[in-house]
């Protein structure tokens, strides 16, 4: 079992639809959480970033993490043919000065079709 | 300003040559990674800078990669002779420090015949 799963999908959606996307882990030992945008031929760029449980919303984003079923989740609302992309989750621990140590999920590939 | 650059942004090797990969990173960043994007493994992390030392190469899958960082700044990855299972997209990033955001380069893809 890798240590993050994640759908690869693809998912296509109507504009304006409310996307969910998600992701699981078996390591407890994950702290930050983090969603990651990469549009074809370009590196990944950060798109929302959480320390431990709870809920971060910005803009039509909004970041969940559930610890305690070791789920995150990511939601975008009213969705635009420019959120077209593949979008990662990645993790990683708070030890040992290894917080830098990303763990990526495979990336799910989403369209938003207009 | 500018971003992290790489290059090439592709190369074609033949198997059994080496390769060389370059990532300029974002002026001042101390931190700098390189990651290796592949359709069935996705993106694993491969080596960590701090300066010019690596203190983590934990992700290198064998001892035919190498990297180095010089003068703080320019790293180079390098793969002595190739095989086809190294075909990816090789992504370079760098952040301020290692607790801060890793900011990533378009990365090189490399295709092994």
């Known amino acids: 079992q890798k240590e993050v799963e994640q759908d690869p999908g693809p998912l296509s959606v109507p504009e304006g639809a409310i996307v969910s996307l998600n992701c699981t882990y078996s390591n407890s030992a994950f702290q930050y959480f983090m969603w990651y945008r990469q549009y074809s031929r370009k590196g990944p760029e950060l798109l929302m970033y959480?320390?431990?449980?709870g809920n971060k919303e910005d803009g039509r984003f909004t970041a969940q993490v559930d610890k305690s079923s070791k789920y995150i989740s990511l939601f975008i609302r009213d969705s635009q043919p420019s959120d077209s992309a593949t979008y990662l989750c990645a993790m990683s621990r708070n030890s040992g000065g290894s917080n830098y140590k990303l763990t990526f999920g495979k990336g799910t590939l989403l369209t938003v079709n207009p | 300003g500018a971003g992290v650059s790489q290059s090439p942004s592709n190369k074609v090797t033949e198997k059994g040559k080496d390769v060389e990969l370059r990532c300029d990173p974002i002026?001042?960043?101390?931190?700098l990674y390189w990651y290796r994007q592949s359709l069935g493994q996705g993106l694993e992390f491969l080596i960590y800078?701090?300066?010019?030392?690596?203190?983590?190469k934990s992700g290198l899958p064998s001892d035919r990669f190498s990297a180095e960082r010089t003068g703080g700044s320019v790293s180079t990855l390098t793969i002595q002779r190739t095989q086809q299972e190294d075909s990816a997209v090789y992504l370079c990033?760098?952040?301020?420090?290692?607790?801060?955001?890793?900011?990533f380069g378009p990365g090189t893809r490399l295709t092994v015949l």
């Open positions: 990033a760098s952040s301020f420090s290692s607790y801060n955001e890793q900011f």
């Open positions: 959480t320390y431990s449980s």
């Open positions: 800078f701090q300066g010019n030392s690596a203190p983590d």
């Open positions: 002026s001042g960043h101390t931190a």
